[in-house]
């Protein structure tokens, strides 16, 4: 079946602009996450949403980050006056819901890479 | 928080032979431990997974192996392929979560022909 999707692949935008991207989960997962990966660091998690709500925000860097899944299916990283230390790729990744205890496989998208100049 | 440790950074072999990637963690939480390989341009692919109830998992030419007690765990890839030359990454649940999980910061490993 389809995997995560992500849009756009590559964003250049110029420093202090407003960006948007895009995720689509695996059909029929509910949880859904969003990662940052710098150039040569694994993944660090920003938010998880269980539905359309927000249950863990607390790795957004700061208030210039926001993210909306609003019926519950795609999700959108919304990022504020941007700046050039933003730039790294963004992963989505989703996994089956009620996650299991002790973790669920996160299955990643492609991500988009977001640079700032 | 959860503090996970990576190495080697780097890694090459001989097709053929066996690579071994060592990851260390900090909460003794920590039950769930996945490992994925990234390509270039790519998002991360889980490739296996395991669980504190078990202290080893195979599936095909990958195992992993899981310490408890030392807070390590490793992935081992026998008769390794070019197509094994990716960047892989360790991982765990921080502090037990059922969602969060903390990164390595990552191997390359190149399987020369």
């Known amino acids: 079946g389809a995997g995560v999707s992500q849009t756009p692949s590559n964003k250049v935008t110029e420093k202090g602009k407003y960006v948007e991207l895009r995720c689509d989960p695996i059909?029929?997962?509910?949880?859904l996450y969003w990662y940052r990966q710098s150039l040569g660091q694994g993944p660090e998690f920003l938010i998880y949403?269980?539905?359309?709500?927000?249950?863990?925000d607390s790795g957004l860097p700061n208030d210039r980050f926001f993210a909306v899944r609003p019926e519950g299916s795609v999700s959108t990283l919304k990022i504020q006056r941007t700046e050039r230390g933003d730039s790294a790729v963004y992963l989505c990744?989703?996994?089956?819901?009620?996650?299991?205890?002790?973790?669920?496989?996160?299955?990643f998208g492609p991500g988009t890479r977001l640079t700032v100049t | 928080g959860e503090n996970v440790e990576q190495h080697p950074s780097t890694l090459s072999v001989q097709e053929g032979d066996s690579a071994v990637i060592k990851c260390t963690y900090s909460?003794?939480?920590?039950?769930?431990f996945p490992w994925y390989k990234q390509e270039l341009g790519k998002g991360p692919q889980l490739i296996i997974d395991i669980r504190s109830n078990v202290g080893e998992k195979k599936d095909q030419r990958i195992a992993v192996t899981l310490n408890k007690t030392a807070k390590h765990f490793s992935l081992h890839i026998t008769e390794t392929q070019p197509e094994d030359s990716a960047v892989y990454f360790c991982?765990?649940?921080?502090?037990?979560?059922?969602?969060?999980?903390?990164f390595g910061k990552g191997t390359l490993l190149t399987v020369n022909p």
């Open positions: 991982a765990t649940n921080s502090g037990g979560s059922n969602y969060k999980l903390t």
């Open positions: 949403f269980q539905g359309t709500g927000a249950a863990d």
């Open positions: 909460d003794s939480a920590s039950n769930y």
């Open positions: 990744a989703s996994s089956l819901s009620p996650p299991l205890a002790g973790g669920h496989e996160q299955y």
């Open positions: 059909s029929g997962h509910t949880a």
